[in-house]
């Protein structure tokens, strides 16, 4: 049996308007860089679609992960679409590229990266999610309870393939250093740690040793920015993931539901608040509402011989219109905060502050407060 790797790599390289959406432009200058690809047989197949102001290049091929053609491949697309984002005078175009030239590896060069190589089983439904306004650790919650919750999935009780649960890679970006971690055994631990989801991430899920081999991964998570910057917090970086699904793995189904909730993540309004996460269709995927709310998006593809073919548009089911409800008020309460905490971050994880400009200008008519 052959494997495949998936590449979901993205990039904000231009907003339309202010970091709002991507323009076709774009999508459609990247189509032709992946076109040309394609037919050189460089990969195999590809979709490239957008959430909020990011560009995101799916690509099937071969050539395993860290592969330098691929990369490559990706960081010519970004920059032919920044050159078309500069024409077009978008916004903070070309704001992903942060190195001059693409030097083997696209990690560590500003766009994020969510890939997997595995062996193409007899159907393979693979989900493609995408989030912008917020940070790597907003999947924590969602990856943890599709592979982990008994009571979001199903399968982990009744499912004799998965009854023995999953390993968890946990990644602490602040010491660049990761653990792997049994679950249900350690399930507990797991959550201590991943409840600081600015601090600790969750970057890989591997099956057990069953009906799946045990290490090729089940979902993978970007965390680029933070990966290249570990020691120091340099703020967020709208993530990716790719989660694989069904027969030995929670059912598709499964991995939606933790989108129900709404949970609240980090990084709405210039990086420094808290907010509800909306699940919306490709369509609605242009946060407006103060920056927002943070959004999330959904590809469904059922990979057919490396071939991606068209994805399904996952949380424009109206089955998702009530969480979205909740979270649209959610959002308004949370508004209502204005600059307080916990609508806004905590000093140590605002991306911008005048905090010590305010305290420096205090300094001198600072006393020592008695009682
Ligand atoms: C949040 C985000 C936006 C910007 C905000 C200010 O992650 O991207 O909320 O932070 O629009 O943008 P600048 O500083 O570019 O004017
Ligand atoms: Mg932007
Ligand atoms: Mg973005």
Redesign the pocket.
């Known amino acids: 049996m052959s494997k495949i790797t998936v590449s979901l790599i993205k990039a ?1 390289v231009g ?1 339309w308007p ?2 709002c959406s991507v323009h076709p432009a774009l999508i459609e200058r990247a189509e032709e860089v992946l076109n040309e690809a394609k037919a050189s047989g460089a990969i195999m197949d590809f979709r490239v679609l957008a959430c ?2 990011d560009l995101e290049l799916i690509m099937s091929h071969d050539r395993g992960v860290d592969d330098a053609e691929i990369h490559g491949l990706a960081w010519q697309a970004f920059e032919m679409a920044t050159s078309v984002a500069k024409g077009l005078k978008l ?2 175009a070309g ?1 992903d590229m942060l190195c001059d030239a693409f030097c083997g590896n696209i990690r560590g060069m500003g766009p994020g990266v969510a890939e997997m190589e595995f062996t193409e089983r007899g159907a393979e439904p693979l989900v493609a999610f995408m989030m ?3 940070e790597p650790g907003a999947f924590n919650l969602p990856i943890y309870k599709i592979f982990a919750d008994p009571f979001n999935t199903a399968g982990l009780v009744i499912d004799p393939s998965i009854h023995h649960g999953f390993i968890f890679e946990v990644w602490d970006v602040l010491e660049h250093k990761k653990v792997l971690m049994s679950s249900p055994e350690e399930m507990y631990d797991i959550l201590a740690l991943i409840g600081a989801k600015s601090r600790y991430v969750i970057k890989r899920v591997f099956p057990k040793p069953g009906k799946l081999p045990a290490d090729e991964p089940a979902a993978v998570i970007s965390t680029e920015k933070l990966y290249q910057t570990a020691g120091t917090y340099v703020g ?1 970086d ?1 993530p990716v993931a790719l989660v694989r699904c069904q027969s030995g793995l929670p059912a598709l189904g499964e991995v939606l539901e933790p989108f129900a909730l709404g949970h609240l993540v980090s ?6 608040h808290n907010g509800p996460l909306l699940p919306c269709g490709f369509d609605y995927a242009h ?1 407006t509402r ?3 709310p943070p959004r999330v998006v959904a590809a469904g593809f059922q990979i057919c011989n490396g071939m991606l073919n068209d994805p399904v548009d996952l949380f424009a089911d109206i089955a998702f219109d009530l969480t979205r409800m909740r979270v649209l008020e959610i959002a308004d309460y949370m508004r209502a905060h204005g600059p307080f905490e916990p609508h806004r971050l905590p000093m140590e994880d605002m ?2 502050t005048t905090l010590p400009h305010v305290t420096k200008k205090l300094a001198d008519r600072f006393q020592t407060a008695g009682s």
């Open positions: 904000d907003g202010g970091h909020g102001d916004y903070g704001q912008d306004k917020t967020k709208d990084g709405w309004m210039r990086g420094s946060p103060f920056d927002g991306e911008y």
